[in-house]
């Protein structure tokens, strides 16, 4: 069954990390309600703010309340059987409000297609990157080496004992290493097939 029409609830959820009273005190602005009536919307229990709206108003009321803070559920309208609930309280629980009203000052909202859109708009915004102090740092002129390193003394090594053979003379028997002959198993038994 397709729905055109849609009620909007509020039970007092918020966006994590927000806190309650700052979200009372833009609810009340939003609503124009007073004390009672803020005690009723965040009693906990679903309460219908709005009855039998398009979809885009819904949407709109979805993006106002969010933008302050606010969670809402958005249900189809069905005024011939009680609302659908996402607990297992009671449908008496669902207390409709009269007299609150969102403003329409907000910005133009309308409902996306299901599975679209993004979430970039209520993700924290990521840390600034860590910056290392450089000020203990400043550019070489060009051309100038960049390490001021004295070299190393030149290593002291004793040829004095060593001589140079002719060319092409001597060789590198005594370089040869000799490796002792291995034993080979017994292997006489064995025949290869010829398939």
Sequence with gaps: MAFDRFDVYFSGKLLPGRAEGVVREAVARLFKADAAQ???LFSGKPVRIKRGVDAETAGRYRASLRAVGALVDVRPNNDDAPPPTRTNRPTEDIVPVTGVEVSEDGPDYELMPPRTGSLADIAPPPPPPLRPDVSHLDLAQPGAPLDDTPP?????????????????????????????????????????DED
């Design 38 to 40: 803020l005690d009723m």
């Design 152 to 192: 190393p003394p030149p290593a002291q090594i004793p040829t004095d004992h060593l001589s140079a053979g002719a060319p092409n003379a001597g060789s590198l028997e005594d370089c040869v290493v000799v490796k002792p002959a291995q034993h080979l198993p017994d292997i006489s038994h064995m025949r290869i």
